[in-house]
């Protein structure tokens, strides 16, 4: 079992900057890859940015230029920097690993963000 535990979220203007993290504990030797999704109210749950355990990143068509995924693999920690958010970044933003060997993957408990105008 993987336990993951999100902080940054928060409220913050137009233009403005929050860094998420997501920090894994547990059976955490065999942790592939890490990512961040988000969820809007009535929207499904979207990914935003991944990254692989070889540092292979993907990125949302709406996110790139603005936010940066990177990881830690010694503090086992994966983060997502939010630069020039936009109101329509408000969402909840989860937490997701996956682990080899097995099928399901982790996710974090949500963390809020809200950008107003």
């Known amino acids: 079992q993987v336990q993951l535990v999100e902080s940054g979220g928060g409220l913050v203007q137009a233009g403005g900057s929050l860094r998420l993290s997501c920090a894994a504990s547990g059976s955490t030797f065999r942790i592939n890859t890490m990512g961040w999704y988000r969820q809007a109210p009535g929207k499904q749950r979207a990914l935003v940015a991944s990254i692989g355990s070889g540092g292979n990143k993907n990125y949302a068509d709406s996110v790139k230029d603005r936010f940066t995924i990177s990881r830690d693999n010694a503090k086992i920690t994966v983060y997502l920097q939010m630069n020039s958010l936009k109101t329509e970044d408000t969402a909840v933003y989860y937490c997701?690993?996956?682990?080899?060997?097995?099928?399901?993957?982790?996710w974090g408990q949500g963390t809020q963000v809200t950008v107003s105008s």
């Open positions: 997701k690993v996956t682990v080899w060997g097995i099928q399901n993957a982790f």
